[in-house]
């Protein structure tokens, strides 16, 4: 059954590709699938529209708070439909338009603040931040609206335009967004476009793009960074992790257990900074691995839309062989699969939540970001082995320390090479806090105050004191 949402796109030809509902398989809508030839009128609109949005920030932000109003007032839909394409619980699609919505009252109430510079020279210097221009945002599928809003709330407040690609699995949601958004904003400052590759490739290399803000691979993340090179754009890019959870010796095991697993399995595991893979003292790691287990053989999954879900499907088809191959190669290698280990046999993209013991140290399952219901633990004999582990990788997004002494476990956490860490949780964000990845897993600050400005930059103007003429 088709979803009806306009589809007046300025120069669009006419082709559309099929959207595909994760919980049963078979595609369920379509969408344009616009072609890079398109993207200099899209461009062209966003930097005229820039030249006037760019010119007054009380009037942004009242459009932005008249934006998140409008996407509250849109959640039913947009969450229904979130689910319908994404795979998530519901109740976890409203939470991502909560969020969404957050996101835009945020930054609508954050304004840049002029500097003064005194060193001592006889001039006045002041440090004022322009905006860029049009900046284009490339998402993926796992958090459509909530990684969409986190581009889009800074770059729009600090003054510029966007052009926003969602993931070609997750178009239908975004783009009711932008035409939620679009009734409370001026025309063109937020353009949504949908289409397949190479339109992120040909969006990122565009001449008139001036800052391209990414979230996904880290493959793709250096792809990116290659095509905004040809124009000098600024990058900023949010990559993939492999989070360790590092139990230490006094953990009270069941206290934490349902953290723990939650800090893994939320939205299926599809989360960036998802607990993936857990550290545990030789000692207590068979009562960790049973304690998750439990979890993972009990929890409801099933379809989004039902409301006794607590987990969906995978996303996609190439994400689901992905997971079923870090999963048998794992098994194959010598780990022991204490809950699921395989695909559910039922129509659609569900994978039993599955908790690996003893998984080899090198196999794909601990070493790559699989991005599923997976989960290994791993026994330590000392802590030095442990953070050395878990610092083992090319990621560095987020990390956790788990016991009851919570000195020793920040100094642990202090250890960690990553952007975030936490004591007894794992991926609690505020708004307010910088967002940056460690070494692989990203290249720029997004997050607060840091996210605003890293949409601005700065001009400096200088003059003599007025003693000095
Ligand atoms: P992906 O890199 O395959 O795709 C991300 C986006 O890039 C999609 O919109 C895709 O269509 C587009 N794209 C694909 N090829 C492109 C190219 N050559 N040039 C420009 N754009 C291109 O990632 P995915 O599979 O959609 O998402 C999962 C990944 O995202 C995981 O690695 C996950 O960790 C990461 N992620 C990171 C964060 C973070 O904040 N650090 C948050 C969420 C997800």
Known sequence: MATSRPDRLPGHRGERFAVVDPATGEAFDDVPDQRPDELDAVVGRAHRAWLDWRADPVARTFALHAAADAVQAAGDALARLLTREQGKPLAESFAEIDRT?????????????????????PVHSEIRWRPLGPVAAIVPWNF????????????????????????PF?????????????????ENVLTVITGREPLGARLASHPGVRHVTFTGSVATGRAVAEGAAASLARVTLELGGNDAAILLEDVEVERIADRLFWAAFRN?????MAVKRVYAPARLCAEVAEALAQRARTVVVGPGLDPDSRLGPVNNAPQLARVERCTAQALADGARAVAGGHRLDRPGYFFAPTILADAPPTSAVVTEEQFGPVLPVLAYRSVDEAVEAANGTGFGLGGSVWGTDLDRAEAVADRLECGTAWINHHAELSLAQPFAGAKDSG????GGPWGLYGNLRPFVVHRPRKDRG
């Open 101 to 121: 919505a957050a996101r835009l009252r945020y930054f609508a109430e954050l304004t840049p603040v002029p500097q003064s510079i005194a060193d001592g020279r």
């Open 144 to 167: 459509p609206l909530q990684l969409a809003a986190a581009k889009f709330a800074p770059a729009l407040a600090a003054g510029n335009t966007m052009v926003l690609k969602p993931s």
């Open 170 to 186: 997750t178009p239908l949601a975004t783009r009711l967004l932008g035409s939620v958004l679009a009734a409370a904003l001026p």
């Open 268 to 272: 299926c595991g599809q989360v960036c």
């Open 443 to 446: 290249v720029g600050v997004a």
